[in-house]
């Protein structure tokens, strides 16, 4: 009967044991899978928040690119902006030095004009005459400057060409070729429509030729005979050049 009892304790307590292990087990078993489920979830955390931060990353990097580009965009407009004012500039510069040109050849042209004009009165149709024709600038002047020219040209031309063609004559005889050639030459340049303009381009030419400048003789002595076709120098100036 006392062997029954303690079999039953016996059992009894390895019952309360087991299922004190079993407990304990279940327990722990439990515990882990909590904390499993808790590291699960962790790790989905974290693995969402690097998904997360990889799609900002790449939302970042994207807006980070087009604004780049707008950038980009904007300071080629810059650049293009800059060359046009620098090409505006430079522009607006030639016009200002042209005008500036311009402007002090006009000046020059007027100032030249009155000094002629003066000459002119003088009565140094001459000088009035050389400085119409080498000094003045016809195109910059305008209106009555203009009208004035022409009126000092047609009323000194052929005087000062005729009265030159005789200093320079006079200069060739005695000699002077050098100051005959100035004088020849201005005369012809003021007018070359005279009963000696031929004349002046024979004396130019033995003027030439006497200095040893028998380039420039040759050539004066062709235009008398293109120009001036019957003029009485016409056999002489052939057999200079045929010389």
Known sequence: ????????????????????????VLLL?????????????KYKNEINDEKNAKINFQMNLNSALKENEA????????????????????????NLNELQDKYEKTITAYEKLLEAESEFNAG?????AAILLKEINYEYLQGVASNKYVYLKEKTFASAAETLYFSGYKEYKNEAYEKAIEKFELSFNLANDQYYSDDALYFLAY??????????????????????????????AERMLNK
């Open 124 to 128: 140094n149709f001459t000088e009035s």
């Open 71 to 94: 950038l980009r965009e904007e300071n080629e407009n810059i650049k293009t902006e800059l060359a046009q004012l620098k090409d505006e500039y430079e522009n607006t510069v030639s």
């Open 207 to 236: 003027s030439y030729y006497h200095l040893g400048n028998k380039d420039v003789a040759k050539e004066y002595w062709t235009k008398l005979l293109n120009d001036y076709p019957e003029s009485t120098y016409k056999k002489e």
């Open 1 to 24: 009967m006392e062997n029954n009892n303690n079999s039953k304790k016996n059992i009894w307590i390895y019952a309360v044991v087991l299922f004190t292990s079993a407990f304990i």
């Open 29 to 41: 078993t439990a515990l882990s899978q909590i904390k499993f489920n808790r590291n699960i979830d």
